[in-house]
Nanobody
Framework: QVQLVESGGGLVQAGGSLRLSCAAS????????MGWFRQAPGKEREFVAA????????YYADSVKGRFVISRDNAENTVYLQMDSLKPEDTAVYYC???????????????????WGQGTQVTVSS
């Protein structure tokens, strides 16, 4: 059984920081690309960041570039999202996901990801 469990969300003031974690279990996730997505109320789920299995390739949405950093610890089967300079528009439920296709480096498309966590709420107050 594949499980992804996110943690680290919470309430923070604008300009603050949070670090999200996503612990994976059930498979050898060290060989797969992983990503973070978010969904705000009334909006569609959107891409935030992705990282290849080797950590050599990372991708970011334009809206978070320069403020968020994705990283992973393959020994711990964990992916992180360091979020700095948070803005009220970053408020959303954040989801991690894994892409089990070995042919892709890292995708920005939600439909390429096979397994998803339950999400963690991030709220940024102004």
């Amino acid at each position: 059984q594949v499980q992804l469990v996110e943690s680290g969300g919470g309430l923070v003031q604008a300009g603050g920081s949070l670090r999200l974690s996503c612990a994976a279990s059930g498979r050898a996730f060290s060989v797969y690309a992983m990503g973070w997505f978010r969904q705000a109320p009334g909006k569609e789920r959107e891409f935030v960041a992705a990282i290849s299995w080797s950590r050599s390739d990372t991708y970011y949405a334009d809206s978070v570039k320069g403020r968020f950093v994705i990283s992973r610890d393959n020994a711990e089967n964990t992916v992180y999202l360091q979020m700095d300079s948070l803005k009220p528009e970053d408020t959303a439920v954040y989801y991690c996901a894994v892409d089990t296709s070995l042919g892709r480096v890292a995708s920005t498309r939600a439909y390429d990801y096979d397994y998803w966590g339950q999400g963690t709420q991030v709220t940024v107050s102004s």
